[in-house]
């Protein structure tokens, strides 16, 4: 069992930066696959970012390429999300997901955990 908790949310104006984390409990992080995920008022939960375990291989989803970064600290325990040149389309609710294998993933179903969430608003 891993249990996942989000923190750095907030409010921010349109163009400024936001760093997530996601500090997971367990003594095998680095065997986990980890992602971001967001969900937005009345739309579904959507990708945003994924590591592997080691964090050498990340993905992006389209909408956030070039402006967010996903990095991990295994000794940490944590997943870090840092959210730069921020448009009021990114305001959701962020989730960071867990799977316990060394592979990342884009796809919702293949995360085993999942945190509570932390609110980020963009203000135009």
């Known amino acids: 069992q891993v249990q996942l908790v989000e923190s750095g949310g907030g409010l921010v104006q349109a163009g400024g930066s936001l760093r997530l984390s996601c500090a997971a409990s367990g003594r095998t992080f680095s065997s986990y696959g980890m992602g971001w995920f967001r969900q937005a008022p009345g739309k579904e939960r959507e990708f945003v970012a994924t590591?592997?375990?080691?964090?050498?291989?990340?993905s992006y989803a389209d909408s956030v390429k070039g402006r967010f970064a996903i990095s991990r600290d295994n000794a940490k325990n944590t997943v870090y999300l840092e959210m730069n040149t921020l448009k009021p389309e990114d305001t959701a609710v962020y989730y960071c997901?867990?799977?316990?294998?060394?592979?990342?993933?884009?796809?919702?179903?293949?995360?085993?955990?999942w945190g509570q969430g932390t609110q980020v608003t963009v203000s135009s």
């Open positions: 997901a867990a799977r316990p294998v060394t592979l990342g993933s884009a796809s919702i179903s293949r995360y085993n955990y």
């Open positions: 590591i592997s375990g080691s964090g050498i291989t990340t």
